[in-house]
């Protein structure tokens, strides 16, 4: 791993302490450094880039990916794996924009009955994991074909 030193520290191979966070930061910071980049070349290609209403947009889609990854990262973080998240997710979103545009549903009906759909589904998922005892990754891949 590393030789102790007379401190009783450990010391890497790169003459730095064990455990530290430089190289965690360099990576974030190099990542960072990576999307200005990119911002910058899109902007120089297109300058409508950092338009309003393109920003608004973008925002708005990286919001919503955003909440979905957190309730996979809790369920990944606690062991588990959900591989029917991106098909249950276009299932819904087609079911919301038939209700709303076919049906002509009120929009909070819609959105209502959609979760509710969601949640059955989570319900049902959860219940075949716990009081079945079927494998989460057989049960999600099962929930593929919804």
Not at 46 to 67: E, H, K, S, T
Not at 87 to 97: D, H, N, R
Not at 107 to 122: E, K, P, S
């Amino acid at each position: 791993m590393g030789e102790k030193v007379s401190s009783g520290t450990r010391v890497s191979r790169t003459g730095k302490a064990a455990g530290s966070k430089s190289g965690v930061v360099r990576k974030e910071l190099g990542t960072g450094l990576l999307l200005v980049a990119l911002c910058i070349v899109v902007t120089i290609l297109n300058p409508r880039f950092l338009a309003g209403a393109n920003l608004q947009n973008m925002a708005r889609l990286v919001g919503a990916y955003g909440i979905f990854s957190i309730g996979v990262g809790v369920v990944i973080i606690s062991g588990g794996i959900d591989l029917s998240v991106g098909s249950i997710f276009a299932l819904l979103g087609v079911l919301l924009s038939m209700m709303l545009t076919e049906g002509h549903w009120p929009g909070i009906l819609g959105i209502a009955a959609v979760m509710a759909i969601a949640m059955v589904i989570g319900l049902a998922h959860g219940l075949l994991v716990t009081k079945a005892r079927l494998q989460p990754f057989i049960v999600t891949l099962c929930g593929l074909l919804l």
